[in-house]
Protein backbone atom coordinates (compact mmCIF):
# COMPACT_ATOMS: atom_id res chain seq x y z
CA UNK A 1 0.00 0.00 0.00
CA UNK A 2 2.88 2.57 0.88
CA UNK A 3 5.02 1.73 -2.10
CA UNK A 4 1.37 2.33 -4.30
CA UNK A 5 0.99 5.76 -2.43
CA UNK A 6 5.13 6.59 -2.83
CA UNK A 7 4.24 5.76 -7.21
CA UNK A 8 1.26 7.60 -7.42
CA UNK A 9 2.92 10.59 -5.48
CA UNK A 10 5.73 9.72 -8.21
CA UNK A 11 3.71 9.82 -11.04
CA UNK A 12 1.51 13.22 -9.76
CA UNK A 13 5.25 14.96 -9.60
CA UNK A 14 6.15 13.73 -13.16
CA UNK A 15 2.71 14.99 -14.72
CA UNK A 16 3.34 18.24 -13.06
CA UNK A 17 6.41 18.88 -15.38
CA UNK A 18 3.84 18.09 -18.65
CA UNK A 19 2.68 20.93 -20.96
CA UNK A 20 -1.18 20.46 -21.45
CA UNK A 21 -1.45 17.54 -23.91
CA UNK A 22 -2.90 19.23 -27.76
CA UNK A 23 -6.11 17.37 -27.23
CA UNK A 24 -6.93 19.46 -23.61
CA UNK A 25 -5.98 22.82 -25.53
CA UNK A 26 -8.24 21.64 -28.71
CA UNK A 27 -11.18 20.90 -26.05
CA UNK A 28 -10.58 23.94 -24.00
CA UNK A 29 -10.41 26.26 -27.27
CA UNK A 30 -13.61 24.45 -28.86
CA UNK A 31 -15.82 23.25 -26.58
CA UNK A 32 -15.37 25.03 -23.24
CA UNK A 33 -14.53 28.60 -23.95
CA UNK A 34 -17.29 29.45 -26.39
CA UNK A 35 -19.59 27.46 -23.90
CA UNK A 36 -18.62 29.78 -21.02
CA UNK A 37 -18.44 33.44 -23.41
CA UNK A 38 -21.55 32.55 -25.71
CA UNK A 39 -23.83 31.61 -22.78
CA UNK A 40 -26.62 33.48 -21.38
CA UNK A 41 -26.11 35.57 -18.40
CA UNK A 42 -27.84 33.48 -16.35
CA UNK A 43 -25.64 30.38 -17.11
CA UNK A 44 -22.47 32.50 -16.93
CA UNK A 45 -23.53 33.68 -13.00
CA UNK A 46 -24.14 29.82 -12.45
CA UNK A 47 -20.68 29.24 -13.65
CA UNK A 48 -19.02 31.63 -11.45
CA UNK A 49 -21.23 31.04 -8.46
CA UNK A 50 -20.55 26.91 -8.94
CA UNK A 51 -16.64 28.14 -8.65
CA UNK A 52 -17.30 30.10 -5.56
CA UNK A 53 -19.20 26.98 -4.11
CA UNK A 54 -16.71 24.73 -4.86
CA UNK A 55 -13.51 27.12 -3.30
CA UNK A 56 -15.81 27.64 0.00
CA UNK A 57 -16.19 23.70 0.20
CA UNK A 58 -12.78 23.01 -0.35
CA UNK A 59 -11.81 25.58 2.69
CA UNK A 60 -14.16 24.66 4.57
CA UNK A 61 -13.14 21.01 4.84
CA UNK A 62 -9.62 22.22 5.10
CA UNK A 63 -9.92 22.85 8.87
CA UNK A 64 -9.85 18.93 8.93
CA UNK A 65 -6.91 18.81 7.47
CA UNK A 66 -4.00 17.43 9.96
CA UNK A 67 -0.06 18.99 9.75
CA UNK A 68 2.97 16.03 9.12
CA UNK A 69 2.76 12.75 8.88
CA UNK A 70 1.11 9.61 11.16
CA UNK A 71 4.57 8.19 12.49
CA UNK A 72 3.14 5.13 11.07
CA UNK A 73 3.70 5.98 7.29
CA UNK A 74 7.26 7.04 7.96
CA UNK A 75 8.12 3.30 8.73
CA UNK A 76 7.55 0.15 7.00
CA UNK A 77 4.83 -2.16 7.59
CA UNK A 78 7.30 -5.32 9.16
CA UNK A 79 8.64 -2.23 11.24
CA UNK A 80 8.87 -2.94 15.00
CA UNK A 81 8.18 0.76 15.35
CA UNK A 82 4.73 0.20 13.03
CA UNK A 83 3.89 -2.69 15.10
CA UNK A 84 4.11 -0.51 18.46
CA UNK A 85 1.63 2.33 17.28
CA UNK A 86 -0.78 -0.59 16.08
CA UNK A 87 -0.68 -1.74 19.48
CA UNK A 88 -0.37 1.39 21.24
CA UNK A 89 -3.39 2.36 18.91
CA UNK A 90 -5.64 -0.75 19.50
CA UNK A 91 -5.19 -0.35 23.27
CA UNK A 92 -5.23 3.30 24.04
CA UNK A 93 -6.51 5.02 21.22
CA UNK A 94 -9.75 5.12 22.82
CA UNK A 95 -8.52 4.83 26.49
CA UNK A 96 -9.96 7.29 29.06
CA UNK A 97 -7.19 8.67 31.18
CA UNK A 98 -8.11 11.07 34.13
CA UNK A 99 -6.91 14.56 34.06
CA UNK A 100 -6.19 16.01 37.67
CA UNK A 101 -6.41 20.02 38.87
CA UNK A 102 -3.86 19.74 42.32
CA UNK A 103 -3.85 22.61 44.30
CA UNK A 104 -0.73 23.16 46.81
CA UNK A 105 1.63 25.30 48.04
CA UNK A 106 0.44 28.42 50.57
CA UNK A 107 -2.35 30.69 50.55
CA UNK A 108 -5.12 27.34 49.99
CA UNK A 109 -6.90 28.10 53.19
CA UNK A 110 -10.47 26.51 51.77
CA UNK A 111 -12.12 27.64 54.90
CA UNK A 112 -11.91 31.03 53.67
CA UNK A 113 -15.31 31.84 51.91
CA UNK A 114 -13.22 33.54 49.30
CA UNK A 115 -10.98 30.39 47.97
CA UNK A 116 -14.28 28.50 48.18
CA UNK A 117 -15.25 30.93 45.71
CA UNK A 118 -12.35 31.28 43.42
CA UNK A 119 -12.41 27.51 43.31
CA UNK A 120 -16.33 27.32 42.46
CA UNK A 121 -15.09 29.61 39.71
CA UNK A 122 -12.37 27.82 38.74
CA UNK A 123 -14.57 24.44 38.26
CA UNK A 124 -16.77 26.54 36.45
CA UNK A 125 -14.56 27.65 33.90
CA UNK A 126 -13.31 24.64 32.98
CA UNK A 127 -16.75 23.87 30.92
CA UNK A 128 -14.92 26.66 28.47
CA UNK A 129 -13.18 23.70 27.11
CA UNK A 130 -14.99 21.83 23.86
CA UNK A 131 -13.68 19.10 25.56
CA UNK A 132 -15.96 19.46 28.62
CA UNK A 133 -19.18 19.00 29.03
CA UNK A 134 -19.66 19.68 32.50
CA UNK A 135 -18.14 21.31 35.96
CA UNK A 136 -16.23 18.09 38.03
CA UNK A 137 -17.93 17.35 40.94
CA UNK A 138 -15.64 17.96 43.76
CA UNK A 139 -15.05 16.92 47.25
CA UNK A 140 -15.37 20.82 48.16
CA UNK A 141 -18.92 21.30 47.16
CA UNK A 142 -20.02 18.20 48.23
CA UNK A 143 -18.50 18.77 52.11
CA UNK A 144 -20.41 22.33 51.90
CA UNK A 145 -23.65 21.00 50.74
CA UNK A 146 -23.81 17.97 53.32
CA UNK A 147 -24.84 17.97 57.18
CA UNK A 148 -21.13 17.61 57.89
CA UNK A 149 -20.47 20.28 56.91
CA UNK A 150 -18.27 22.37 60.37
CA UNK A 151 -18.58 26.48 60.04
CA UNK A 152 -15.83 26.52 63.42
CA UNK A 153 -13.84 23.68 63.01
CA UNK A 154 -14.11 23.38 58.79
CA UNK A 155 -11.25 20.34 58.80
CA UNK A 156 -12.85 18.47 61.63
CA UNK A 157 -15.92 17.97 59.87
CA UNK A 158 -14.29 17.56 56.50
CA UNK A 159 -12.60 14.07 58.00
CA UNK A 160 -16.12 13.51 58.97
CA UNK A 161 -17.41 14.02 55.69
CA UNK A 162 -14.25 11.68 54.24
CA UNK A 163 -15.44 9.25 56.56
CA UNK A 164 -19.55 8.83 55.81
CA UNK A 165 -20.66 6.91 53.07
CA UNK A 166 -21.38 10.26 51.01
CA UNK A 167 -17.75 11.58 51.38
CA UNK A 168 -15.74 8.72 51.17
CA UNK A 169 -15.90 8.51 47.12
CA UNK A 170 -13.80 12.06 47.52
CA UNK A 171 -11.41 10.51 50.22
CA UNK A 172 -8.22 10.45 47.80
CA UNK A 173 -8.46 13.94 46.70
CA UNK A 174 -7.37 15.47 50.00
CA UNK A 175 -3.79 14.85 51.03
CA UNK A 176 -3.57 15.74 54.41
CA UNK A 177 -0.70 18.13 56.25
CA UNK A 178 -1.85 17.32 59.69
CA UNK A 179 -4.65 14.82 59.51
CA UNK A 180 -7.79 16.69 60.16
CA UNK A 181 -6.26 19.74 60.74
CA UNK A 182 -4.86 21.68 57.47
CA UNK A 183 -4.44 20.13 54.11
CA UNK A 184 -1.08 20.19 52.16
CA UNK A 185 -2.97 19.39 48.68
CA UNK A 186 -5.84 18.12 47.22
CA UNK A 187 -7.29 16.98 43.60
CA UNK A 188 -10.13 18.27 41.53
CA UNK A 189 -11.91 15.87 38.75
CA UNK A 190 -10.12 12.70 38.80
CA UNK A 191 -11.46 10.56 35.45
CA UNK A 192 -15.09 12.63 36.35
CA UNK A 193 -16.85 11.81 33.12
CA UNK A 194 -17.55 14.79 32.12
CA UNK A 195 -14.30 16.01 31.31
CA UNK A 196 -13.94 13.47 28.37
CA UNK A 197 -17.30 13.09 27.19
CA UNK A 198 -16.12 14.63 24.08
CA UNK A 199 -12.66 13.53 23.73
CA UNK A 200 -12.93 10.53 21.36
CA UNK A 201 -8.88 9.96 21.17
CA UNK A 202 -5.92 10.20 22.49
CA UNK A 203 -5.06 13.36 20.49
CA UNK A 204 -8.12 14.99 21.44
CA UNK A 205 -7.62 14.18 25.02
CA UNK A 206 -3.97 15.29 24.98
CA UNK A 207 -5.76 18.81 23.95
CA UNK A 208 -8.41 18.69 26.62
CA UNK A 209 -5.11 19.21 29.15
CA UNK A 210 -3.82 21.77 27.11
CA UNK A 211 -6.92 23.45 27.75
CA UNK A 212 -7.25 23.04 31.06
CA UNK A 213 -3.88 24.41 31.92
CA UNK A 214 -4.59 27.79 29.85
CA UNK A 215 -8.08 28.00 31.66
CA UNK A 216 -6.51 27.52 34.97
CA UNK A 217 -3.42 29.97 34.17
CA UNK A 218 -6.01 32.76 34.70
CA UNK A 219 -7.03 31.80 37.64
CA UNK A 220 -5.62 33.67 41.40
CA UNK A 221 -5.10 29.88 42.81
CA UNK A 222 -1.94 27.67 42.31
CA UNK A 223 -3.13 24.64 40.54
CA UNK A 224 -1.25 21.71 38.69
CA UNK A 225 -3.50 19.97 35.69
CA UNK A 226 -1.83 16.27 36.03
CA UNK A 227 -2.71 13.37 33.83
CA UNK A 228 -3.15 10.19 35.00
CA UNK A 229 -2.36 7.00 33.02
CA UNK A 230 -5.09 5.73 30.59
CA UNK A 231 -6.89 2.44 31.40
CA UNK A 232 -6.07 -0.26 28.47
CA UNK A 233 -8.74 -1.51 26.34
CA UNK A 234 -9.99 -5.22 27.53
CA UNK A 235 -9.90 -7.79 25.09
Same mark, same amino acid.
Request: include cysteine.
Given at each position: MKQANVALRAAAV????????????????????? %??? +???????????? %?? %???? +??? !????????? +???????????? /???? %??????? /???????? $? =??? &?? +?? #?? =????? @????????????? &???? /? !??? @???????? /?? #??? $?? =?? &?DFYGGLNTFLSSDQGKQFIGDVNWKVHGVSIDSSRFGYRHPGWVGKAKNYREQELLVTDLRQITQASKLYVDVLRTPPQPRCV
Open positions: ESKKKPPSAASREMLRKHWAP %FVT +GSSLAVRVSIVL %FC %FALC +GAC !VWKSKDLSL +GLKIADVFPDDS /YVTE %FIGARSF /YFEKAVFG $S =NLV &TR +GP #GF =NFEES @ATQAETAALLLAL &TGSK /Y !VTE @APTSWLSS /YL #GSS $SH =NA &T
